[in-house]
């Protein structure tokens, strides 16, 4: 749908109507042509705090660069070398407000390159595919910060003097929660805003083709369970001499896969209830195999937090389960205890419709797309979780797949440019401008 043929029917003012007409779907496909490569593999960030983290500095100056190029003034901040968040700050004429938009640098690993078919082998190749740009970092979450840097620019561009003060703080390290990135720009930095968008995947398609962008006005918080199973070694011609570990650890997984965590019915839940996920198994010794396995460990991802769950009631709850299953069978002995070095992150609580920045985002939605979004509680973490925790109202609002593919990462391209068109008009509406 060509923009010019919208502007007659969106009820915008001059002062929108400037801005929006200078969103253009080619300027966002020079970006994030440009963006997606940029400091890749390095900036690979994977979750297993046992794992190295990336590095973000590759990507970060690209950011920095374009912020500067539109006027903010522009910071890099790294707690860790080689992993800079970049602070642009816009300053209004009168500053009563302070919108913080943000979105991170690094994106999650990309695996194996010989399953990346859409994109010739080649993770890092933008490829468009019918009305699909692909690689990994489309959706999760590049695309997306291409959106909200082709809305400020508008801004820029058209000349729009916004009241408040507009920041873009761009982070590192969201992959694995945000300790060196926003945690450290919120906690050390002092950063500080009345209202926050995060720029992370909300889009949804249906197979029907028709498609949106919902809001997530609360998120799910998640942790890491660490288990251990143990028992007697036995020859495995008489496993009835021994108790295996990874027979107990099987008997473990299955009845975690139907526990149901204790917790209080929020008002919206995630995708999934409260839940155990598990994501890594390891029993027995190279050179043993002709022995059962005295211990085995696992890793499990409890995801779908909602507020009022902690640490102590998860691990409780896991820890009861292990009693019973124990009373069971005497034999059976298994610990559990968060993953060491990994850390708890709790849910948020829910924003109504008239709470900004909900509102300013519904507003803008409805004069882009002609009706109300979609609102959630998103179950994956993102940093708008830390800027809620600091008392910031926080939504996550983006146009690219709320699914993440683990290979074949895509965005739908018809939703970039309505979602760039959003961001400038609730940037616009949230910090006011001079007529």
């Avoid at 896991?318 to 850390?343: G, H």
């Avoid at 920045?357 to 979780?385: H, M, W």
């Amino acid at each position: 749908m060509k923009i010019e043929k919208q502007l007659a029917d969106l009820g915008l003012t001059p002062l929108e109507e400037s801005v929006i007409k200078l969103i253009t779907a080619d300027a966002w496909f020079e970006l994030v042509r440009e963006l997606i490569p940029a400091g890749q593999p390095a900036a690979e960030n994977p979750l297993d705090p046992d794992l190295p983290s990336g590095r973000e500095e590759g990507i970060a100056k690209v950011v920095a660069a374009k912020l500067e190029a539109m006027g903010l003034s522009v910071q890099l901040a790294a707690k860790q070398e080689g992993r800079p968040n970049v602070i642009g700050r816009l300053q209004g004429t009168t500053s009563e407000k302070t919108l913080i938009v943000n979105d991170h640098l690094d994106t999650y690993p990309a695996g194996d390159p010989t399953k990346w078919t859409m994109t010739g082998g080649n993770p890092y190749n933008p490829t468009i595919n019918g009305d699909r740009l692909y690689s990994r970092g489309t959706s999760d979450t590049r695309g997306n910060l291409a959106c909200t840097l082709v809305a400020v620019k508008a801004i820029r561009d058209a000349g729009i003097k916004l009241k408040g003060d507009l920041m873009c703080v761009y982070t590192v390290d969201e992959e694995k929660h945000g300790t060196n990135g926003a945690i450290y720009v919120l906690e050390e930095l002092g950063i500080k805003g009345d209202f926050e968008i995060t720029a992370e995947p909300s889009g949804w398609t249906e197979p029907t083709g028709r498609w949106g962008i919902s809001v997530a006005v609360a998120h799910c918080g998640n942790c890491l369970v660490e288990l251990q199973t143990s028992g007697v070694k036995s020859h495995i011609w008489r496993p009835d001499s021994g108790v295996n570990a990874i027979s107990n650890m099987v008997r473990l997984i299955a009845a975690l896969e139907k526990l149901e965590f204790t917790h209080t019915a929020p008002g919206i839940y995630g995708s999934n209830k409260p839940a155990a996920c598990l994501v890594r198994v390891k029993g027995g010794l190279p050179g043993e195999m002709q022995f059962t396995a005295d211990s085995c460990n696992a890793v499990c991802a409890v995801v779908g937090i909602v507020p009022g769950m902690t640490a102590e009631s998860v691990l409780g709850d896991i820890e009861a389960l292990i009693s019973r299953l124990k009373t069971e069978d005497a034999n059976f002995n298994a610990t559990a205890r968060l993953f060491p070095n990994s850390l708890f992150v709790p849910a948020t609580e829910e924003l109504t419709p008239e709470d900004e920045p909900v509102k300013a985002v519904v507003a803008g939605y409805q004069k882009i797309l002609g009706e109300t979004p979609v609102f959630y509680r998103k179950n994956a973490y993102c940093d708008t979780i830390r800027f809620s925790q600091h008392g910031i109202p926080s939504i996550t609002f983006g146009p690219g797949e709320d699914g993440w593919p683990p290979v074949n990462e895509y965005i739908h391209t018809a939703k970039i440019l309505a979602a760039s068109q959003i961001y400038a008009l609730a940037i616009m509406d949230l910090l006011g401008v001079e007529a």
